[in-house]
Protein backbone atom coordinates (compact mmCIF):
# COMPACT_ATOMS: atom_id res chain seq x y z
CA UNK A 1 0.00 0.00 0.00
CA UNK A 2 1.74 3.23 -1.61
CA UNK A 3 2.13 6.00 1.52
CA UNK A 4 3.13 8.47 -1.43
CA UNK A 5 1.56 9.62 -4.60
CA UNK A 6 3.71 11.02 -7.78
CA UNK A 7 2.87 11.74 -11.32
CA UNK A 8 5.20 9.14 -13.29
CA UNK A 9 7.20 10.77 -15.33
CA UNK A 10 7.91 14.73 -15.87
CA UNK A 11 10.70 16.62 -18.25
CA UNK A 12 12.41 19.77 -17.52
CA UNK A 13 14.82 22.19 -19.45
CA UNK A 14 18.11 22.79 -18.19
CA UNK A 15 19.47 25.48 -16.24
CA UNK A 16 15.51 25.75 -15.02
CA UNK A 17 14.24 24.63 -11.65
CA UNK A 18 12.93 21.08 -11.63
CA UNK A 19 9.68 21.31 -9.16
CA UNK A 20 8.51 17.69 -8.10
CA UNK A 21 5.53 17.07 -6.47
CA UNK A 22 4.50 14.46 -4.16
CA UNK A 23 0.98 13.62 -2.07
CA UNK A 24 0.83 11.53 0.96
CA UNK A 25 -2.38 12.48 2.51
CA UNK A 26 -2.08 9.94 5.22
CA UNK A 27 1.04 10.88 6.44
CA UNK A 28 1.19 10.27 10.27
CA UNK A 29 2.48 13.13 12.92
CA UNK A 30 5.83 11.22 13.72
CA UNK A 31 6.86 10.69 9.55
CA UNK A 32 9.21 12.58 7.73
CA UNK A 33 9.34 13.15 4.38
CA UNK A 34 12.37 11.83 2.13
CA UNK A 35 13.12 12.14 -1.13
CA UNK A 36 16.14 10.02 -2.83
CA UNK A 37 17.12 9.55 -6.50
CA UNK A 38 18.58 7.44 -8.11
CA UNK A 39 20.53 7.51 -11.62
CA UNK A 40 19.97 4.50 -14.20
CA UNK A 41 22.07 1.74 -12.95
CA UNK A 42 23.71 3.48 -9.69
CA UNK A 43 22.42 2.81 -6.06
CA UNK A 44 19.88 5.42 -4.73
CA UNK A 45 20.85 8.76 -3.28
CA UNK A 46 19.88 10.52 -0.48
CA UNK A 47 18.56 14.38 -1.19
CA UNK A 48 17.05 15.64 1.53
CA UNK A 49 14.54 15.28 3.88
CA UNK A 50 11.98 17.29 6.62
CA UNK A 51 8.87 16.85 8.63
CA UNK A 52 7.08 20.06 8.73
CA UNK A 53 9.96 23.29 7.71
CA UNK A 54 10.71 24.03 4.26
CA UNK A 55 14.34 22.63 4.11
CA UNK A 56 17.09 23.60 1.82
CA UNK A 57 20.59 21.68 1.23
CA UNK A 58 23.38 22.00 -1.32
CA UNK A 59 21.52 19.50 -3.68
CA UNK A 60 18.05 20.54 -3.49
CA UNK A 61 14.98 22.47 -1.41
CA UNK A 62 11.96 20.93 -0.11
CA UNK A 63 8.80 22.40 0.75
CA UNK A 64 5.99 20.79 2.61
CA UNK A 65 2.65 21.86 2.85
CA UNK A 66 0.89 23.16 5.96
CA UNK A 67 -1.24 20.09 6.45
CA UNK A 68 1.52 18.21 5.99
CA UNK A 69 -0.14 16.33 2.69
CA UNK A 70 1.83 17.19 0.44
CA UNK A 71 5.49 18.51 -0.36
CA UNK A 72 7.85 19.08 -3.55
CA UNK A 73 10.89 18.91 -4.02
CA UNK A 74 12.64 21.74 -6.07
CA UNK A 75 15.95 21.09 -8.15
CA UNK A 76 17.09 24.84 -8.41
CA UNK A 77 19.03 24.78 -11.74
CA UNK A 78 18.45 21.00 -13.46
CA UNK A 79 21.44 19.58 -15.72
CA UNK A 80 21.44 16.96 -17.35
CA UNK A 81 23.09 14.59 -14.63
CA UNK A 82 19.74 15.43 -12.49
CA UNK A 83 17.93 12.87 -15.18
CA UNK A 84 16.77 9.89 -12.90
CA UNK A 85 13.96 8.54 -10.63
CA UNK A 86 13.28 10.54 -8.14
CA UNK A 87 11.45 9.05 -5.11
CA UNK A 88 9.09 10.46 -1.97
CA UNK A 89 9.16 8.15 0.70
CA UNK A 90 7.40 8.64 4.20
CA UNK A 91 8.92 7.14 7.25
CA UNK A 92 9.26 7.60 11.11
CA UNK A 93 12.64 8.28 12.68
CA UNK A 94 13.15 5.41 14.30
CA UNK A 95 11.36 3.00 11.54
CA UNK A 96 14.99 2.09 9.53
CA UNK A 97 12.65 0.89 6.47
CA UNK A 98 12.17 2.76 3.68
CA UNK A 99 9.36 1.34 0.93
CA UNK A 100 10.36 2.62 -2.38
CA UNK A 101 7.03 3.12 -4.66
CA UNK A 102 7.64 3.89 -8.73
CA UNK A 103 8.90 7.25 -8.14
CA UNK A 104 9.21 9.95 -10.90
CA UNK A 105 10.93 9.59 -13.53
CA UNK A 106 12.57 13.13 -14.86
CA UNK A 107 14.16 14.09 -17.90
CA UNK A 108 16.46 16.62 -17.99
CA UNK A 109 16.96 17.87 -21.61
CA UNK A 110 18.99 20.38 -23.28
CA UNK B 1 29.46 11.60 3.99
CA UNK B 2 28.88 7.71 4.40
CA UNK B 3 30.48 5.25 1.82
CA UNK B 4 29.07 2.25 1.08
CA UNK B 5 30.93 0.01 -1.67
CA UNK B 6 29.39 -3.49 -3.15
CA UNK B 7 31.47 -6.40 -4.67
CA UNK B 8 31.22 -7.08 -7.32
CA UNK B 9 29.79 -4.80 -9.56
CA UNK B 10 28.81 -7.13 -12.52
CA UNK B 11 28.28 -11.05 -12.57
CA UNK B 12 27.47 -13.61 -14.79
CA UNK B 13 26.82 -16.98 -13.03
CA UNK B 14 25.87 -20.26 -14.64
CA UNK B 15 21.78 -21.62 -13.58
CA UNK B 16 22.51 -24.18 -10.48
CA UNK B 17 25.44 -22.39 -9.33
CA UNK B 18 25.99 -19.73 -5.89
CA UNK B 19 27.02 -16.30 -5.94
CA UNK B 20 27.92 -14.08 -3.21
CA UNK B 21 27.67 -10.19 -3.43
CA UNK B 22 29.72 -8.42 -0.59
CA UNK B 23 28.43 -5.12 0.71
CA UNK B 24 30.90 -3.11 3.15
CA UNK B 25 30.65 0.03 5.00
CA UNK B 26 33.81 2.07 4.46
CA UNK B 27 33.74 4.88 6.63
CA UNK B 28 31.30 3.97 9.52
CA UNK B 29 30.08 0.79 11.82
CA UNK B 30 26.61 -0.38 10.02
CA UNK B 31 24.27 -2.06 12.92
CA UNK B 32 21.62 -2.84 9.95
CA UNK B 33 22.23 -3.87 6.52
CA UNK B 34 19.04 -3.97 4.31
CA UNK B 35 19.30 -5.78 1.27
CA UNK B 36 17.22 -4.92 -2.16
CA UNK B 37 16.18 -6.35 -5.56
CA UNK B 38 15.07 -4.36 -8.47
CA UNK B 39 14.44 -5.87 -11.36
CA UNK B 40 13.97 -3.96 -14.81
CA UNK B 41 12.26 -1.06 -14.84
CA UNK B 42 10.30 -1.69 -11.70
CA UNK B 43 11.20 0.04 -8.19
CA UNK B 44 13.65 -1.30 -5.47
CA UNK B 45 12.13 -4.34 -3.28
CA UNK B 46 13.30 -4.57 0.10
CA UNK B 47 14.20 -8.19 0.56
CA UNK B 48 15.90 -8.98 4.41
CA UNK B 49 17.07 -6.69 6.86
CA UNK B 50 20.34 -8.02 8.92
CA UNK B 51 21.76 -6.60 12.09
CA UNK B 52 24.65 -7.43 12.97
CA UNK B 53 25.68 -10.55 14.95
CA UNK B 54 22.20 -12.13 14.54
CA UNK B 55 19.57 -13.71 11.95
CA UNK B 56 18.54 -11.55 8.83
CA UNK B 57 14.87 -11.12 9.24
CA UNK B 58 12.96 -11.60 5.54
CA UNK B 59 10.15 -9.59 3.69
CA UNK B 60 7.42 -12.10 2.90
CA UNK B 61 7.72 -13.94 -0.47
CA UNK B 62 11.75 -14.10 0.24
CA UNK B 63 13.01 -17.45 0.66
CA UNK B 64 15.59 -17.58 3.31
CA UNK B 65 17.41 -20.86 1.93
CA UNK B 66 18.13 -19.33 -1.32
CA UNK B 67 19.37 -15.83 -0.34
CA UNK B 68 21.49 -16.48 2.50
CA UNK B 69 22.56 -13.23 4.46
CA UNK B 70 25.44 -12.88 6.80
CA UNK B 71 26.47 -9.76 8.86
CA UNK B 72 29.30 -11.16 10.54
CA UNK B 73 30.77 -7.81 11.65
CA UNK B 74 29.95 -4.22 11.44
CA UNK B 75 31.11 -3.36 8.15
CA UNK B 76 30.12 -6.36 5.99
CA UNK B 77 27.15 -8.41 4.97
CA UNK B 78 26.79 -10.52 2.11
CA UNK B 79 24.31 -12.11 0.45
CA UNK B 80 24.53 -15.49 -1.56
CA UNK B 81 22.28 -16.25 -4.07
CA UNK B 82 22.17 -20.31 -4.02
CA UNK B 83 21.31 -22.83 -6.97
CA UNK B 84 20.55 -19.54 -8.73
CA UNK B 85 18.19 -19.41 -11.60
CA UNK B 86 17.16 -17.47 -14.16
CA UNK B 87 14.71 -15.56 -13.02
CA UNK B 88 17.11 -14.80 -9.95
CA UNK B 89 19.02 -12.26 -12.47
CA UNK B 90 18.34 -8.55 -11.19
CA UNK B 91 20.19 -5.39 -9.69
CA UNK B 92 20.57 -6.17 -6.05
CA UNK B 93 21.47 -3.27 -3.72
CA UNK B 94 22.77 -2.72 -0.08
CA UNK B 95 21.78 -0.13 2.20
CA UNK B 96 23.43 0.35 5.45
CA UNK B 97 22.76 2.74 8.50
CA UNK B 98 24.15 3.06 11.94
CA UNK B 99 23.48 5.34 14.81
CA UNK B 100 26.49 7.85 13.77
CA UNK B 101 24.40 9.09 10.71
CA UNK B 102 21.15 9.03 12.68
CA UNK B 103 19.98 5.89 11.17
CA UNK B 104 19.76 7.21 7.62
CA UNK B 105 19.94 4.68 5.12
CA UNK B 106 23.13 4.92 2.90
CA UNK B 107 23.18 2.68 -0.57
CA UNK B 108 25.63 0.70 -2.69
CA UNK B 109 26.31 1.05 -6.03
CA UNK B 110 24.43 -2.10 -6.96
CA UNK B 111 25.41 -5.52 -8.23
CA UNK B 112 24.09 -6.36 -11.40
CA UNK B 113 23.67 -10.20 -11.55
CA UNK B 114 22.85 -12.31 -14.80
CA UNK B 115 22.34 -16.21 -14.62
CA UNK B 116 23.12 -18.33 -17.47
Known amino acids: DAKTTQPPSMDCAEGRAANLPCNHSTISGNEYVYWYRQIHSQGPQYIIH???NNETNEMASLIITEDRKSSTLILPHATLRDTAVYYC???????????FGAGTTVTVRA | GAVVSQHPSRVICKSGTSVKIECRSL??????MFWYRQFPKQSLMLMAT?????????EQGVEKDKFLINHASLTLSTLTVTSAHPEDSSFYIC????????????FGPGTRLTVT
Open chain 2, 27 to 32: DFQATT
Open chain 2, 95 to 106: SATGQVFSYEQY
Open chain 1, 50 to 52: GLK
Open chain 2, 50 to 58: SNEGSKATY
Open chain 1, 89 to 99: IVRALNDYKLS
